[in-house]
């Protein structure tokens, strides 16, 4: 059940966090990368050590300023860091350094997609506005062992950009389509990698639920750290119900901090912190005021790659796809440029393209023996491919020939061409033989009686002749050729 | 002058017991501190710009990376440590 009763309407809003893809890390000259042994990866601006000072990473800067032109935010004139402060062991400087008045990014919109009636239906189109987003610095990881707890600083200061929306969200399933559409931008920028398994994406989720038709908002709960979409979603329906539960019984909605148990299912209260909310914010001493130039704003425009729902709607409308093939191609940026030079290189017939692309090819780049193949290494190229659709689409080749074809090229990056004449794959498109030939098989008594069938109607009996004629040429005839000049004779 | 804090609160924010005595001596020591941030406040100064405290990006460093510590010598700074984690008493924020 993704969808409350219809009576209530749940409103949600996420802040999704984002490790920044960067070398090193976002205040500190330490690298930083997943997998590390614990606190290898720190320095002593990262620990707050006396003596040292915070310098802000460029390249952090610059990834935060390009996340907010592709979701069309305002890139302010300058931007401050401040101190947010409390004790606890995930953070060495007992603050943490943060936007909170003058952030990075303001305003801006996701596009999101909701899934259709069926795979082969574009669902509903909606944006979701992106109040402000934050470059801050992540903190430690803690690890509870027995009567203890262990403390690795390896996570502490890298990028983090907090992504705040307003709370435009409807249903766990919005929340998952804003949550896919952010992931599939921010990535296809080369802004992050969300890679959730390796935690670069954790997520907020505040969720209040309202009596349909009334403007004023219900008391919000906030589930922290999740760190997948299915958490995100999970969660959304689980509160959802739990505060109809208790709202129709009666009792009120506590505004409260609460966690996922993702294994079973299920939230709880997180034991609240005392005065956890009193952080005691003050601007940081050690960063100045950063004065961003529009200079600067003007050149990573120009690293924002064309939205992907531009470019679906641009595959239907200008290239004529089907959705399906057009919303495969369109959520990778790196497969959506390699069909796109296939394309540059037999403009003909872009949809002949999309297909091989989107089924064959991705479902043997999945299904490499050894390892999943990458695009990048895979050995056949756009041009081969597109030199492949035209051959079919010339008829030399048989479009079931085309899928052998295809297998070929993809393990050995051989042209179409070559295959087809070493396999002497090439179909018989010589009129004149082929007259010869049909003319021998129609003169045969074996078919006479399809023959007589034919011209009392049924359509379906000049398939028999066909058979006889792909034998005498072993399968080479052309068979669209073979169909008119069996009308032609018989007419 | 008024105190402008409350010792007790300030007391549980930073996690810190404190006694009787101590806190009259730190309230006393905090209106002192204050009290030279509002005598500074009042002081006749030259007015500010507000772009002495701003830098352009000439001030980012680059996106190189640095020598680290080593774990070794980031648990030597700590009272306690294990398996080159530093060691905490159990913080709790788990299901309970």
């Known amino acids: 059940m993704s969808t409350p009763p219809s009576d209530w309407e749940v409103v949600i809003g996420l802040e999704v966090h984002v490790q920044l893809h960067t070398r090193a890390k976002v205040f500190a000259s330490s690298p930083w990368g997943f997998g590390q042994e614990p606190n290898e990866q720190v320095d002593p601006v990262v620990l707050g050590l006396p003596g040292t000072l915070p310098v802000v990473n460029r390249e952090a800067v610059e990834k935060s300023i390009l996340f907010g032109l ?33 952030p990075v990014v303001v305003g801006g919109q996701v596009e999101i997609e909701l899934p259709g009636a069926s795979r082969n239906v574009m669902g509903e189109h909606k944006f979701i506005r992106i109040h402000h987003a934050h470059l801050e610095e992540d903190v430690g990881k803690l690890s509870h062992a027995g009567s203890g707890s262990l403390v690795d600083y390896n996570r502490a200061g890298v990028p983090l950009l907090e992504i705040v929306t307003e709370p435009d969200l ?19 920028a080369g802004v992050a990698d969300c890679d959730m398994e390796k935690g670069q994406l954790r997520c907020d989720c505040n969720v209040s639920i309202r009596r349909r038709g009334t403007e004023k ?25 739990r505060q109809i539960r208790e709202l129709e019984a009666g009792r009120s909605i506590t505004q409260e901090t609460r966690g996922w148990n993702a294994e079973l299912v299920r939230g709880y209260v997180l034991r609240d912190k005392e005065d956890a909310h009193d952080y005691r914010y003050f601007p940081d001493p050690d960063i100045p005021t950063l004065k961003i130039s529009r200079e600067t704003v003007t050149r990573l425009s120009a690293l924002v790659p064309e939205n992907l729902y531009d470019r679906q709607r641009r595959y239907i409308a200008n290239l004529g796809l089907p959705y399906t093939a057009a919303s495969v191609l369109v959520n990778d940026r790196a497969l959506a440029e390699w069909f796109e030079l296939a394309v540059a290189a037999h403009p003909a017939n872009p949809s002949g393209i999309a297909n091989l692309v989107a089924n064959d090819l991705l479902r043997d780049l999945a299904a490499s023996a050894t390892a999943p193949v990458s695009l990048e290494s895979c050995l056949i190229k756009p041009a081969q491919l597109a030199g492949l659709v035209k051959l079919t689409d010339e008829g030399v080749i048989s479009k079931q020939q085309a899928k052998e074809v295809f297998t070929e090229m993809f393990t050995s990056g051989r042209d179409a061409a070559a295959i087809v004449d070493a396999k002497g794959l090439r179909q018989n498109s010589d009129t004149g033989e082929l007259e010869k030939i049909v003319q021998e098989v129609i003169a045969d008594p074996a078919v006479a009686k399809s023959i007589a069938e034919y011209r009392a109607g049924n359509e379906k009996a000049i398939n028999a002749l066909k058979g006889p004629i792909m034998k005498r040429t072993q399968g080479k005839a052309n068979p669209v050729l073979i169909d008119q000049l069996l009308r032609k004779f018989l007419g | 002058m008024a105190e402008g804090f409350d010792i007790d609160h300030l007391a549980k924010l930073a996690r810190l017991s404190l006694t009787a005595e101590e806190k009259a001596l730190y309230s006393s ?9 509002e005598a500074l406040a009042q002081a006749d100064l030259p007015a500010l710009s507000d772009d002495a405290r701003v830098v352009d990006e000439a001030a980012l460093r680059s996106d190189e990376p640095g020598p680290v510590l080593g774990s070794a010598a980031v648990t030597r700074l700590a009272p306690a440590s294990r398996d080159g984690q530093i060691s905490v008493p159990r913080v709790v924020d788990d299901e309970s």
Request: net charge neutral.
């Open chain 1, 217 to 241: 908002l219900g008391t919000r709960t906030e589930t922290k750290n999740l760190n997948s979409i299915s958490s995100v979603r999970d969660t959304v329906i689980y509160e959802t119900a």
């Open chain 1, 70 to 102: 592709v979701v069309g935010a305002s890139v302010p004139e300058h931007c401050s860091w401040d101190r947010k402060n409390y004790f606890y062991p995930d953070n060495p400087k007992n603050y943490q350094l943060t936007q909170k008045d003058f």
């Open chain 2, 29 to 37: 020591q905090l209106n002192q501190i204050l009290g030279h941030f």
């Open chain 1, 170 to 188: 409807r249903s766990s399933a919005e929340a998952e389509a804003f949550l896919r559409s952010l992931v599939a931008m921010i990535t296809q």
